[in-house]
């Protein structure tokens, strides 16, 4: 089991990724050289072996000689292939480790680039916001226009300064307006309400 699982930098015991992919870097090249070399003597040991077997078949050595050279290098090669699985083991685990931490840093990366990409989105947001609330604000001033505009020429209409015709008529396209403004009056409040959600995480 990975000592980092479940780790973040927040806690207590956190270590970098980075350093721990630097520290398992060193014995990992230590390591693999030790392998490399092992298993070039374990080669050559086989090798000194199948020439005692040749020697023996040519009678260059007696049986007893080859028994005691034979038994000589097997002892050699038995300690050198439990060196070799040690190293083989220490090597697996290096590499778990390994690819705990790149995982992590693949990880980390991802939730980087989530935070950048979300305060990105917050600050868009704030920027629509305050454009969108100025509007909303001349909405609200172009509705009290209309009003006082609907004001005056109820009262025009009740001195006579104009007919009843022109007053149904301008009452009309105020009120044409004013159901337009209402229109983009939900459409903003709708928008804004999103955004300060956004906005607010």
Sequence with gaps: ????????????????????????????ISLRKSFDELKQQLNDIQSELNALDRK?????ITDQEHITLYREKWAQSTQMIEVKREVESRL?????????A????KQMEL???????VETERSHAMIEWMSLKQGFD????????????SD???MDRRSGKISEGQYRESRIAQIRQ???LSVVESDVKRRLAELLQIIRG
Excluded: C
């Excluded at 992919?21 to 990992?28: D, G, K, P």
């Excluded at 609200?140 to 505009?149: K, Q």
């Design 138 to 149: 001349l909405v609200d001033a172009r509705r009290a226009e209309i009003n006082a505009e």
């Design 178 to 180: 004013l159901a337009e």
């Design 56 to 60: 023996l078949a040519t009678g260059s």
């Design 92 to 100: 697996y685990e290096i590499q778990k480790e390994i690819r705990a």
């Design 1 to 28: 089991m990975s000592h980092r699982e479940g780790s973040s930098p927040q806690d207590a015991f956190f270590v970098d990724p980075k350093e721990v992919l630097a520290q398992y870097s060193v014995e990992w």
């Design 102 to 105: 790149n995982k992590q840093l």
């Design 152 to 154: 005056r020429m109820e």
């Design 111 to 117: 939730d980087k680039q989530r935070r950048e990409r």
